[in-house]
């Protein structure tokens, strides 16, 4: 690079700096005001806004503040930081002070608030290290203020334990209503780590028949992220939060807590992908009509979450022409119908009219834990366990036509199938 293109830069810096020592003589606080001197801080467009400006000719702390005629003060910058130079900042008579309230749809932090109509002495005043504060100061009118501030109402967050791990219970989501109160200009609802509140898992509400800024009742449904393939954030005690904020300026925040238990995205296998099916060669079964088609596997749980499952139990025998629905039929005591959330191990053909008709727990009873949630029996492939399965299927008439290849799938009902064409074998019946 040209050295002569470099030096001519420095040289004005340099000369810049040399011209600032000069003015660093004059008063701290200079060109002060608020222009203009009246507004109507309400957001629809006319005067909403004030600018208020200021210059420093050394590093200062800065406040800004109004005083209503009763002498009450309220601070819109307190003690800040600056340096020299030139400053401009807008104001809409809001000032973020925040406040406590009880009302009857629960405890709502006041983040910030327009002030009422009314005259106000403004103030700004500059400290520099050990000197005195010097003031600007004038007046400000506000009229037609918008001082309502815009509220969650109801805020409520169900349940409070959330177990978000795709068993197919109600905790698995977790409904997050209120009412806004207003119209705003934003909504944000978060779970947040209080332990950590930089972390910040936002929640965005579904489409519906109001816009997420309009006055009215919202509803959410999180699912910690479980829904869209992902690990929902670790288990732990969380909060959820809402913040709304109007277009003038006015905030609010509510927060309610939540509990995450036993999150995880559920996974399972068929060890090695392997069927025993019972009188294999070469990937053939051989049986007569009348005789059973059986089979064995090992599934392990490979998730960290506990996997739910439910009946018919390992050694079940079905017809060729039932399935676990019909099979309801004849327990009279029990349905083995289609549970959402709950994993079955599944046989399926190349024929079938329902996807794999024949389903089994995905273990013995001994092999899984036993648990009663709001008085229901549930049955759980504990996270690093393994559930043995066998059954068999009576070929007890002919097989459609076409009929040929048989294999095995683990189904996540209601969500997928997880595993599907596991050890695919040819199946031929013959006439006895
Ligand atoms: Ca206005
Ligand atoms: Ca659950």
Redesign the pocket.
């Given at each position: 690079m040209n050295r002569t293109l470099w030096i001519a830069p420095l040289l004005l810096l340099l000369l810049s700096g040399c011209g600032r020592l000069s003015f660093d003589a004059g008063p701290l606080l200079y060109a002060a005001g608020l222009t203009p001197d009246a507004i109507s801080p309400n957001a629809d467009g006319d005067a909403d806004v004030t600018e208020i400006t200021y210059s420093l000719r050394r590093a200062a702390h800065v406040s800004i503040y109004f005083e209503d005629e009763a002498g009450t003060r309220t601070y819109f910058r307190q003690d800040r930081r600056r340096a020299a130079g030139d400053y401009s900042v807008l104001w809409g008579g809001a000032v973020d002070e925040r406040q406590i309230i009880e009302i009857d749809g629960g405890t709502v932090e006041v983040l910030s608030r327009v002030l009422p109509d009314g005259p106000y002495r403004w103030v700004i005043e500059a400290v520099e290290e050990g000197r005195e504060p010097v003031r600007a100061e004038g007046t400000i009118t506000l009229t037609n203020a918008d001082t309502e501030t815009p509220i969650l109402n109801n805020f409520a967050v169900v349940p409070e334990v959330f177990?978000?791990?795709?068993?197919?219970?109600r905790?698995?989501w977790v409904s997050i209503s209120y009412y806004l109160t207003k119209d705003a200009d934003q909504v944000l609802v978060y779970l947040v780590d209080p332990a950590d509140e930089d972390l910040r898992y936002f929640i965005a509400e579904e489409p519906g028949v109001i816009e997420p800024e309009e006055r009215g009742y919202h509803e959410y449904r999180y699912e910690g992220g479980v829904d869209l393939n992902a690990e929902p954030p670790p288990d732990g005690e969380y909060a959820i939060i809402g913040e709304v904020r109007d277009r003038a300026g006015n905030a609010s925040r509510v927060s309610q807590p939540l509990t995450i238990e036993?999150g995880g995205k559920p996974r399972a296998d068929v060890v090695q992908g392997e069927i025993d099916w019972q009188d294999e060669m070469n990937r053939v079964v051989l049986i007569q009509l009348g005789e059973k088609l059986c089979f064995s596997a090992v599934v392990a749980n490979e998730s960290t979450v506990p996997i739910r499952t439910s009946g018919p139990w390992p050694g079940q025998e079905y017809r060729f022409r039932e399935n676990y629905n019909t099979l309801a039929d004849e327990l009279a005591e029990r349905s083995w119908g289609q549970q959402s959330?709950v994993w079955r191990f599944g046989i399926n053909y190349d024929t079938t009219g329902l996807d794999f008709p024949y389903r089994w727990a995905v273990g013995r009873q001994e092999d899984l834990e036993r648990r009663v949630i709001n008085g229901q029996e549930q049955w759980y492939l504990m996270p690093g366990m393994r559930g043995e399965v066998s059954g068999c299927i009576v070929i007890d008439e002919e097989p459609p036509t076409g009929t040929q290849i048989w294999w095995g799938g683990l189904i996540h009902q209601g969500v997928e199938v997880a595993n599907n064409d596991i050890d695919r074998i040819t199946v031929d019946v013959g006439a006895p």
């Open positions: 177990r978000p791990n795709q068993d197919g219970l905790d698995d036993e959330g």
